[in-house]
């Protein structure tokens, strides 16, 4: 399986929900990252995992809450999100040889805040 | 901050017309990486450069990396109409993630 899979595909939400995203790899890949993408735009790194632990939070408002139960799945809670946090979310993960590795997307969560 | 600069931002070019973007950092890379991502899709991995002045080659696709491992370029041989798609330069700065360029979109016109 060479896949990263993630859930929903599309999400609307208002500012008062919680959601949660979810992303899942059966690689045996140690590391998962969440990137942030607007459009026209580079995706733009949020949390990354390494073998299960937060090594990177690149100073993400707490609005967003990443988790990683297992090597194979991590997710991303959101709470009262503001509109501008409308985006695509992209997961990935990477075998973590070395460094920042190569690495695999999902397809993404496109997001709506109304 | 380390930062990954990407020329031009668009480039529309006519099928079978040659492509090619470019990437800059002003620090040097552990290795650059170079990804693709069609429109409404996700970005995948096309290859990695390590060495300085390496050069790769995918089919129509020339990779290389400078000699001071500072820029990178992707050329692309006769477009066509499946190269479409926004093309990104990652870096590795050696700090355990990757800084994406700022990509460069391409359109063919058939």
């Known amino acids: 399986d060479t896949e990263v899979t993630q859930t929903p595909k599309h999400l609307v939400m208002g500012m008062t929900n919680k959601k949660s995203l979810k992303c899942e790899q059966h690689m045996g890949h140690r590391a998962m990252y969440w990137y942030k993408q607007k459009a026209k735009k580079p995706p733009e790194l949020m949390f990354v995992?390494?073998?299960?632990?937060?090594?990177i939070n690149e100073s993400v408002p707490s609005r967003f809450s990443p988790e990683c139960p297992n090597s194979s799945l991590l997710n991303l809670h959101l709470h009262a999100l503001q509109p501008e946090d409308s985006a695509l979310y992209l997961c990935a993960s990477s075998p973590q040889r070395r460094g920042a590795d190569t690495q695999y997307f999902g397809p993404g969560t496109r997001l709506t805040v109304l | 901050g380390q930062q990954v600069m990407q020329i031009p931002q668009y480039q529309h070019v006519q099928e079978g017309e040659d492509f090619t973007t470019y990437c800059n950092s002003s620090?040097?890379?552990?290795?650059i990486q170079w990804y693709k991502q069609r429109p409404g899709g996700h970005p995948v991995f096309l290859i990695q450069l390590v060495k300085s002045g390496e050069v790769k080659k995918q089919k129509r696709l020339t990779f290389q990396f400078g000699e001071a491992k500072k820029n990178s370029s992707l050329h692309i041989t006769a477009t066509q109409t499946t190269d479409v798609g926004t093309y990104f330069c990652a870096g590795d700065f050696g700090n355990e993630k990757l800084t994406f360029g700022t990509g460069t979109r391409l359109t063919i016109i058939p």
């Open positions: 620090t040097t890379l552990s290795n």
């Open positions: 995992y390494s073998y299960e632990k937060l090594s």
